[in-house]
């Protein structure tokens, strides 16, 4: 059983940086689609950066695109956010998860493996 344990959260002002990072293990499969979501109070969560590890594909969406790098550790197993000019709206909770191949880069409701979550909060 995959285990996702998200940590990097914080609370920054707009403009500032944070990188959220997420340790994995129980790996059983070779590679995995990895992605990042967040979900703000009263909004449905969105899939704003996905990655295949076994390859260099990524996908961003445009709300953060430019601003975010997701990116991977394969000797930690480890994946990476990496978030700079923050601003307000980024605020909400931050999770990773992941999914077996066959999968999409593209962060989906149908990912299998989710952590706890952490929570980023950009102050104006």
């Known amino acids: 059983q995959v285990q996702l344990v998200e940590s990097g959260g914080g609370s920054v002002q707009t403009g500032g940086s944070l990188r959220l990072s997420c340790a994995a293990s129980?790996?059983?499969?070779?590679?995995?689609?990895m992605g990042w979501f967040r979900q703000a109070p009263g909004k449905e969560r969105e899939g704003v950066a996905g990655?295949?590890?076994?390859?260099?594909?990524?996908y961003y969406a445009d709300s953060v695109k430019g601003r975010f790098t997701i990116s991977q550790d394969k000797a930690k197993n480890t994946l990476y956010l990496q978030m700079n000019s923050l601003k307000p709206e980024d605020t909400a909770m931050y999770y990773c998860?992941?999914?077996?191949?066959?999968?999409?880069?593209?962060?989906?409701?149908?990912?299998?493996?989710w952590g706890q979550g952490t929570q980023v909060t950009v102050s104006s």
């Open positions: 998860a992941a999914d077996s191949t066959p999968c999409t880069i593209v962060p989906g409701p149908e990912y299998k493996y």
């Open positions: 129980g790996y059983t499969y070779k590679n995995y689609c």
């Open positions: 990655i295949y590890t076994g390859g260099s594909s990524t």
